[in-house]
């Protein structure tokens, strides 16, 4: 027996060598997408890649025997063991990729493994031929194709568990083809065929290997392009899907941003039952619960009274029935604090237009109620006020034309009075009387004009228990209740408004008498001494206290009493004006405005004002009453009114003093006669006349008599600038008051200095 050689089909060998090229490539192309996957698709792609790998391994190996022959020898292969060699490449293969997958450190281990597989898969391979002849191995070429095999299945498993890009699988796939094919071709050469000689002679049978071998070469080409035909759809799925799945990301990101930075409304999600589900941050921020509040009952955020009234199940059933819900209404925070809500509630439908839940949003509008509600009573005092604007024009309009009567019934009680020549003293003491009266009524004008903000009002030096008692009759405001004073007997004076002091007494003495209300009570009126109370300057102060028996007040009324407006008597019956104006005086004057209240137990407001200089002489409560004197050189008066028993009334007067008169009823009447008189000593006018007024008719006097003095009669305080020069007789005047102002003008004019100088407007 001797050595025998055999050959190789070379379109046979080029197949081969082409089915491992494919083959690799096909399992590390498969490879990537075992690393893509997870769960049972993995394990998947694991087993398609590991029999790419090992079935295309094997059909390069049969392909490659049906390439060699042996002239003269037929060659047939056992099934049994072929069917073991194509057996043991996949199941090595698919272990090795199992055990890489999970230990990568046991690469080594695991190349070595799947190498010595490979190499048994092709001596198995070898085993299975049937032919006349004995093999012999070259141990050289053995170890050779072992190692070849080795290095080929350690870079193979490298390559399959690293990201590799196509050109990088392509040129590994050659590669790898290569290394494979080069080690089936070098365990071949070290294989050496020994014919038997008694068989040795003509060829055997007519087996055709080629059509054999490109029949396993196509259906082995023909599923690993399937594979890669599944790897190619599988990878442009995943990359359709990973873009679907980034857009989609990308959109939960940008409405996730979009609803956590709301953070003013709390957004959160309810299922079909009314059970929130989620939330955002500025639910958490706005009403503070946490994680712990889902799978709760949205009513947990309504109130009690409104989980009494069923509104939140209400409100479920309207946005399920009309697709939405609104409204306002008091919520409730994790820590059982309230604050008003805008909530609206939307149903949320799936594909078939089924309610799967709600989706309900809650906006904190606690600071627009509330100014809506300040608003609401700055408008209502706003009118209450005008209104007050209005009656005080109206007070100052009647006040003023009762001063004017007034000053036609005192002047005429005085000349009646002197020129009565009955000697029964009941008749003088009637028209003592009637001229008290008068007097007093001129009083009352001058509080009307006070309240109209008309009145000429300084301070002067206040006895205070005097203008107390001087108001008695002002303060008695109801038969049950009664109204007390406690004066010490030493106090202090102070230096005040008189008017607007009384005008404060009477205020607060008329809300005490609010707060006791219909029932009795006790109205008490005080004063006394202090040192300076906390945020006034040091020294002496009086505090005159008015306190009541009534209801008294609250901390929180108490907190905003002193405030413009603010008022507890309802729209109509105050206007919130009262103490705000005693607060001004007392502040103004140096003093301050304290109260002091509880609850049941009523009310003390007391007015602090600095103590004045007992030698500073205190006001008179009344001038007394002076004799009018004749004249001692007789007048040339020019008299303007336009009231005609005013006019007569001071004629009678100036007449009485021994002065001559001459009456204009209007300003521009008065002009006339100036131009015709050539002697005038002085003009007495009213100031508030229709055309021209007083202000305007002594502007023209200045001009035509320079040096002239004039008398603005009148009985309002705001006058222009430019009638402070000017002399003043306040409305209603008697007789005395007359005679002393006409004396202060001749003397001014006798000192050369003119009451006022005015020049001539220029055009």
Known sequence: ???????????????????????????????????????????????????????????????????????????????????????????????????????????????????????????????????????????????????????????????AFHTTSVLQRAAAGMVMGAAISGMHYAAMQGSNFLPWEFVLGAPGGAVGQQPLAFLVAGITIGVLVLGLAAAVYDRAFAERAGREAEALRRSEEKFRLLVEGVADHAIFMLD?????????????????????????????????????????????????????????????????????????IRVVKNERFEAIGFASIVRDVTERRRAQETLERTRDALAMSQKMKTIGQLTG??????????????????LAKKRLASEDPKIHRLLD?????????????????????????????????????????????????????????????VKVDANQLELA??????????????????????????????????????????????????????????????????????????????????????????????????TTAEIWLPATRADQPAAPAAAPSRAAVRSARPLSVLLVDDDLLVLDNIAAMLDDLGHAVIEARSGEEAVQLLNRMPKLDVVITDYAMPGMNGLQLAEAVAAERPGMPVVLCTGYAELPAAARPLLRLSKPFDQAALAAVLEDAMREQAAARAVVTLHPKRA
């Open 397 to 414: 309009g009647v006040a003023h034309d009762f001063n004017n009567l007034l000053a036609v019934i005192l002047g005429s009680l005085e």
């Open 1 to 159: 027996m001797h050595h025998h050689p055999g050959s190789h089909d070379p379109v046979l060998v080029a197949l081969s060598i082409l089915i491992a090229a494919l083959a690799s490539y096909t399992a590390l192309d498969l490879a990537t997408r075992m690393r893509a996957a997870s769960g049972p698709a993995s394990l998947g792609w694991l087993g398609a890649a590991a029999v790419a790998m090992g079935g295309g391994i094997w059909s390069m190996h049969f392909v490659a025997m049906l390439a060699f022959s042996l002239p003269g020898i037929a060659i047939s292969y056992d099934p049994l063991l072929t069917l073991l060699s194509l057996a043991i490449p996949i199941l090595v293969a698919a272990a090795a990729f199992v055990v890489v997958s999970q230990r990568p450190q046991a690469l080594i281990v695991s190349g070595v493994g799947m190498g010595l597989a490979i190499s048994g898969m092709h001596y198995t391979g070898m085993a299975a031929m049937r032919m006349a002849a004995t093999i012999r191995y070259d141990s050289f070429w053995v170890a050779a194709s072992i190692a070849i095999a080795i290095g080929a299945s350690i870079v193979a498993l490298r390559l």
């Open 272 to 344: 079909a039952e009314g059970r929130i589900a989620n939330w955002n941050l500025g639910a958490i921020r706005l009403i503070g619960y946490g994680e712990e509040i889902v799978g709760t009952h949205y009513a947990i955020l309504h109130t009690e009274e409104d989980r009494a009234l069923g509104v939140p199940d209400a409100m479920l059933q309207q946005a399920r029935r009309e697709g939405k819900s609104a409204g306002e209404g008091f919520r409730l925070r994790k820590d059982g604090s309230r604050f008003f809500a805008e909530a609206t």
């Open 505 to 602: 007494v009477l205020n607060l003495a008329v809300n005490a008498r609010d707060a006791i209300g219909s029932g009795e009570g006790v109205i008490a009126i005080a004063a006394r001494e202090e040192n300076a109370a906390e945020g006034l300057a040091p020294g002496r102060y009086v505090a005159l206290s008015v306190s009541d028996t009534g209801s008294g007040m609250d901390e929180e009324t108490l907190r905003h009493a002193q405030e413009p407006f603010f008022t507890t008597k309802g729209v109509g019956k105050g206007t919130g004006l009262g103490l705000s104006m005693v607060k001004g005086l007392a502040e103004q004057s140096g003093g301050v405005l304290l109260l002091k209240s509880r609850v049941g137990e009523g």
């Open 433 to 493: 009387n009637a001229i008290q009266g008068a007097a007093r009524g001129a009083s009352l004008t001058q509080r009307m004009l006070a309240f109209a903000r008309k009145q000429d009002l300084k301070p002067v030096v206040v006895d205070v228990p005097e203008l107390v008692r001087g108001m008695a009759a002002l303060l008695k405001l109801d038969p049950g209740i009664r109204v007390e004073t406690h004066f010490p007997i030493e106090l202090a004076r």
